[in-house]
């Protein structure tokens, strides 16, 4: 196929009307994002379970439906076994002494397991909307966009809030400083534990979110999640920055978070009209976050580095 | 107020870094007692102040502070007795959070932190008072994020902060060293007044032998883990850097090694 054919054969009209359901299915990675802007940013903590804990919400939630539970009290039992996830890594950081990300690897790890389990030995279940009353899906995207986005925009306003809690500044503080926290007599492991635990309870809700809008769940449909979120996670921050500059506030932040993950799958939307392999996809997130988390560092060399010594030819003999 | 039984510390016991921090150390602190602590690197004086804040836990003797025992208790549990500048000016502030919100977590040390809000209107008031006396100008900055100040005035919020829920014990450990001559004295200065203000028990390290004269009611030297000078009152008061030098070397049968001492 020669390269004018190849652009002939793309058709706008198809990219727009494929925009959409990017814009409901960035909604729901935003959501996850908010999840793991809690252990990324303000514990500073990177936390690997959520691969696993994506997984879970999506099994729990579509089990208990096929099990005749409402829809919505399923997305609730499926916060609750993130935060048990959440729980676990943080005890196997803190009462362990294992390494952040090792005790978020096993963690994950162990879920793959309990995920097969929870599905019944499945690989894979499907829920359909057709026999089921779902909160959100697919087969109705403009709902599913108010849906998402209203969802997401009760977690940003009470993040807004928690944070802002003496508790939740404690929670701020434990990442920011943790010498001074305990100076100041909070508990950092308990603060851990509780932000992985939350962290994970809202992963977990958009792994639900996820399985009711394709309809199934999926073992892997939680690979790569991390990935994704930190995706979200930098992209909103940049935008941020970029657009709101000195009026940020950490409302502004989450709500960014959020919008982060929508271009980001935006983008994949894109990328797929293209009629890229889909297969690269995974290469290509992780080659635009490895290079956005290389960018402040880059910055910092800039300021102060070697290299500008060897450019004047110095380190030779003078 | 404070009372210190016959503590010891060694530091990895059993290598070939293993090292006696604290030998036996004993020491009682009377209520509005501002001791200051002197002694060559390695003497044990930081040690000393990490082992009454609860950093680790020792290996032997007692710790009993305003009655209580806290030798069992981790650092975050008897951190509502006491309150702690730190030699390094990054380790007393949370640099990402603005400085009411430094306040207002300092104002909560060792509290119960619940779901309410935390920056208030009423405390933000008192907070843009407590700050003016400071006189750094630091009451108009109240939404900055504390990394963009400097050294010196992250110190004088450190020592507020250790000061806004009253401490039993205030502990400054070298808290000027790190700052230039000019901000050092203004912090010392301030340190001063808020001891004085507050009448709080205080245990100061300084490598300054005149700082370490001139401030406080008493004065301890340290060397090789245990207390090897103990003078207060008139006696301290007329002290000279000479006879501190001198002191140290009869006490301690070596001279005073630093040439930070001498020169101070």
Not at chain 1, 146 to 172: D, K, M, N
Not at chain 1, 203 to 224: E, K, P, T
Not at chain 1, 263 to 290: C, E, G, M, P, Q
Request: aromatic share 6%.
């Amino acid at each position: 196929m020669s390269v004018s054919s190849y652009f002939a054969s793309l058709s706008l009209l198809k990219l727009l009307r494929n925009m959409p359901g990017g814009v409901s299915q960035g909604l729901i990675w935003g959501i996850m994002a908010l999840g793991i802007y809690i252990t990324f940013r303000l514990l500073d903590f990177a936390d690997l379970t959520v691969d696993g804990s994506f997984t879970t919400g999506g099994a729990v939630t579509v089990m208990l439906i096929l099990a005749g539970c409402p829809s919505w009290a399923a997305l609730l039992v499926a916060v609750l076994a993130g935060m048990l996830a959440g729980l676990c890594t943080g005890l196997l950081h803190t009462r362990f002494g294992i390494p952040a990300i090792l005790a978020g690897i096993l963690t994950q790890f162990a879920l793959y397991s309990i995920n097969l389990r929870i599905m019944g030995m499945a690989a894979n279940k499907a829920v359909s909307v057709d026999k089921y009353h779902l909160v959100l899906s697919s087969r109705n995207v403009p709902l599913a966009i108010l849906t998402a986005a209203l969802i997401a925009l009760a977690l940003v306003s009470l993040f807004y809030w928690y944070f802002g809690t003496e508790q939740g500044s404690a929670l701020r503080a434990t990442g920011n400083n943790p010498a001074m926290s305990r100076a100041l007599g909070i508990n950092i492991n308990r603060m851990k534990v509780l932000g992985l635990a939350i962290s994970n309870g809202v992963v977990a809700l958009a792994g639900g979110l996820m399985s009711q809008y394709q309809g199934f769940a999926d073992i892997n449909m939680g690979r790569g999640a991390i990935v994704i979120g930190l995706a979200a996670v930098i992209i909103g921050e940049v935008l941020a920055n970029a657009i709101l500059k000195r009026r940020l506030n950490f409302y502004g932040t989450l709500s960014f978070t959020v919008i982060g993950g929508v271009i980001y799958y935006l983008v994949v939307v894109v990328v797929l009209w293209l009629r890229l392999n889909s297969n690269d996809l995974k290469l290509f997130t992780a080659i635009v976050v490895a290079l956005f988390l290389a960018i402040p560092y880059w910055r910092e060399l800039r300021i102060s580095s070697f290299a500008k010594f060897r450019r004047k030819g110095a380190g030779k003999n003078a | 107020m404070l009372d210190i039984r016959e503590i010891s510390k060694t530091f990895n016991p059993g290598t070939v870094n293993e090292k006696l921090a604290l030998h036996k150390l004993s020491l009682h602190l009377d209520p509005g007692d501002f001791v200051t602590v002197i002694g060559g690197n390695g003497a044990g004086k930081s040690t000393m102040l990490n082992a009454i804040a609860g950093v680790w836990p020792v290996d032997e003797g007692r710790i009993l502070l305003d009655g209580n025992d806290v030798t069992p208790l981790p650092e975050h549990q008897r951190a509502w007795l006491i309150g702690r500048v730190f030699q390094d000016p990054m380790m007393g502030t949370a640099p990402n959070m603005q400085l009411v919100e430094n306040l207002a977590l300092a104002r909560r040390r060792g509290q119960k932190r619940g779901l309410r809000w935390e920056v208030t209107k009423e405390e933000t008031e008192e907070y843009r008072e407590r700050l003016k006396v400071l006189g750094l100008g630091l009451e108009d900055r109240l939404l900055a994020k504390v990394g963009l100040l400097s050294g010196g005035q992250r110190q004088a919020i450190t020592l507020l902060m250790a000061s806004l829920r009253e401490p039993k014990l205030l502990l400054l450990d070298e808290h000027t060293a790190a700052l230039d001559p000019a901000t050092a004295a203004k912090v010392l200065e301030l340190s001063d007044r808020i001891v004085n203000e507050h009448h709080l028990t205080t245990l100061m390290i300084t490598h300054n032998m005149t700082d370490a004269i001139r401030h406080g009611n008493r004065l301890i030297m340290m060397n090789e883990g245990e207390i090897i000078l103990d003078v207060r009152g008139e006696e301290k008061q007329h002290l000279t850097r000479r006879e501190l030098v001198d002191k140290f070397a009869e006490l301690a049968g070596t001279p005073l090694e630093t040439d930070a001492v001498l020169l101070s």
